[in-house]
T-cell receptor, first 113, second 114 residues
Framework: DQQVKQNSPSLSVQEGRISILNCDYT??????FLWYKKYPAEGPTFLIS?????DKNEDGRFTVFLNKSAKHLSLHIVPSQPGDSAVYFC????????????FGSGTKLNVKP | DTEVTQTPKHLVMGMTNKKSLKCEQH?????MYWYKQKAKKPPELMFV???????INESVPSRFSPECPNSSLLNLHLHALQPEDSALYLC?????????????FGPGTRLTVT
């Protein structure tokens, strides 16, 4: 039973435009959400996080939005750059099981020059 | 030092071999993790050590044996593996419960079982 879902396996965007990556979850007990970026043959790199008490968190070109009522979060990258091309995983966790992350299946982003 | 290191980068082993994967962090993190990742899949949690004690074992077969000698080191001992155990093995660390959730991953060990 997958509690975190990324329904788009891939996304292609032109350089300079906005990339929007989506993630849905089913467990209302999740209270912390994270995005990781992964290049081939490397470990995932932490990108940005958001706690359930917020609905938006911004860090440079990256913004994460959380809609708790819809159990949906999204990652916006503006402007997109070719170096952003990677697989993006969203992950969720909760105080009920602090150390366990539930990962989505990933979205492969391709930013075209 | 803000990174998690893993050795070796690549490992090829036969089904009768015994080998170990090593992970090290010097960020003062008190939780360390082993994950397994197959191609085009998300990382799957295997083990969690919190304050050097095993706190989560995700029903991993006994041919995988974790060890946490101290707060900076995490090992994964491998014995009698199967070809389907071939995967990228990732180590991660986090500051610890009640401090912050973010986990920081190492580059992984690419394991091939022949």
């Amino acid at each position: 039973d997958q509690q975190v879902k990324q329904n788009s396996p891939s996304l292609s965007v032109q350089e300079g435009r906005i990339s929007i990556l989506n993630c849905d979850y089913t467990n209302s007990m999740f209270d912390y959400f994270l995005w990781y970026k992964k290049y081939p043959a490397e470990g995932p790199t932490f990108l940005i996080s958001i706690s359930s008490i917020k609905d938006k968190n911004e860090d440079g070109r990256f913004t994460v939005f959380l809609n708790k009522s819809a159990k949906h979060l999204s990652l916006h990258i503006v402007p997109s750059q070719p170096g952003d091309s990677a697989v993006y995983f969203c992950a969720a966790s909760g105080i009920f099981n602090f150390n366990k992350f539930y990962f989505g299946s990933g979205t492969k982003l391709n930013v075209k020059p | 030092d803000t990174e998690v290191t893993q050795t070796p980068k690549h490992l090829v082993m036969g089904m009768t071999n015994k080998k170990s994967l090593k992970c090290e962090q010097h960020m003062g993190h008190r939780a360390m993790y082993w994950y397994k990742q197959k191609a085009k899949k998300p990382p799957e949690l295997m083990f969690v050590y919190s304050y050097e004690k095993l706190s989560i074992n995700e029903s991993v077969p006994s041919r995988f044996s974790p060890e946490c000698p101290n707060s900076s080191l995490l090992n994964l001992h491998l014995h009698a593996l199967q070809p389907e155990d071939s995967a990228l093995y990732l180590c991660a660390s986090s500051p610890g419960q009640g401090i912050s959730y973010e986990q920081y991953f190492g580059p992984g060990t690419r394991l091939t079982v022949t």
